[in-house]
């Protein structure tokens, strides 16, 4: 079994659906705190710091170990190249997910070049319901990018845009891997 924290119940059915594709069997269970998104939008990401660990070390205790399902993403970002492209459609997400990166490439003991990308008017099509018009925006975005060997998607709520973007560059978004990479460490975990 599989506990996620999501900041949005939007990202339930998403990983739902990963799991009936590709790990059919695996039991996930599904934390939602929304507030956790709108105080980082408002006072920063480090502002929920705290919170974020309490939630995790509680749910930890005794399982599996807890991985950030952007991480798997990162890497794979750092193993294509070192010039990296990080877009997001909220500004306080490209601080961590670039330092993220940065993280990767020293684990992997490669310099990395990243750039961000703010997508303007994406969360404005988000939050106004419009998934299709925000997806189309952040592919566009992609598309846009030049100079890179890898474009990261910043938030799992972007990543039905990989499918509509038409740039040769690997545009990479983190459910899928992540999801992967946790029912890997799960599995390990029990000694399967």
Known sequence: MLALLHTSPVHVPVFDALRDEDHLGLELRHFVDEGLLARARREGPGAVADAVGELLAAGARGGPPVLRVDRPMAAAAVA??????VLATV????????????????????????????????????????????????????????GADAIVLAQASMAPAQRLTTTALPVLSSPRAGLAAAARLA???LGE
């Open 80 to 85: 294509a190249g070192p010039r990296v492209v």
């Open 187 to 189: 599995r390990a975990h």
């Open 91 to 146: 500004e306080s997400t490209l601080g961590p997910t670039a330092a993220l990166v940065e993280e990767e490439g020293r684990r992997a003991g490669r310099p990395v070049d990243v750039r961000t990308v703010l997508v303007d008017g994406a969360w404005a099509c988000f939050e106004a319901g419009d998934a299709g018009g925000c997806a189309r925006l952040v592919a566009a975005g992609a598309d846009a990018v030049t």
